[in-house]
């Protein structure tokens, strides 16, 4: 169940998703809250798991990864022994910027980050395609990001 949020709740996850290195007493001004009440708020709702964490945002690009593919993969099997030594595998690719287990044709969309399409081809044959119980690999790639923030609306 959802945790109830109050005006000012909302308005302190929207600041933060917005800049989480405020300070609590920026944090504070922006709410219209007192310094002590504003980061016992920010406390519940880090200890409720509301907030997860908190993290730099870095540039693929300035690091050199030029390119950017959505994978999508399907499995040869589906029992829950392959499924968990594939996941756990994926944990472990520093590339996989991001995966979701999804519906329809495709078991798997992973968001890869490779330095050029050569890298990518490799990275393709010698990691992805030696994945346990990978049947099938479909690629796509980014042009550009259009919403590279990933902010949750706090209705």
């Known amino acids: 169940m959802p945790l109830s949020l109050d005006r000012t709740d909302k308005a302190l996850l929207s600041a933060l998703q917005g800049n989480a290195r405020l300070t609590v007493a920026e944090?504070?001004?922006?709410?219209?809250l007192t310094t002590?009440?504003?980061?016992?708020?920010?406390?519940?709702?880090?200890?409720?798991?509301?907030?997860?964490?908190?993290?730099?945002i870095i540039s693929p690009k300035e690091l050199g990864y030029g390119v950017t593919a959505f994978v999508s993969l399907m499995m040869a099997s589906h029992s829950r022994e392959t499924a968990r030594s594939f996941e756990q595998r994926l944990l472990e690719i520093p590339e996989i910027v991001a995966c979701h287990n999804i519906s329809g044709r495709y078991d798997f969309l992973l968001e890869v980050v490779a330095?050029?399409?050569?890298?990518?081809?490799?990275?393709?044959?010698?990691?992805?395609?030696?994945?346990?119980?990978?049947?099938?690999?479909?690629?796509?790639?980014?042009?550009?990001?259009?919403?590279?923030?990933?902010?949750?609306?706090?209705?």
């Open 115 to 155: 330095k050029d399409l050569e890298s990518f081809g490799e990275f393709t044959r010698e990691v992805l395609q030696t994945l346990p119980a990978v049947k099938e690999i479909y690629s796509s790639f980014s042009f550009k990001s259009v919403k590279p923030l990933r902010v949750i609306p706090v209705l």
């Open 27 to 32: 944090l504070s001004e922006r709410v219209s």
């Open 36 to 56: 002590s009440p504003c980061w016992r708020r920010v406390k519940m709702l880090e200890d409720s798991g509301l907030i997860t964490g908190y993290q730099a």
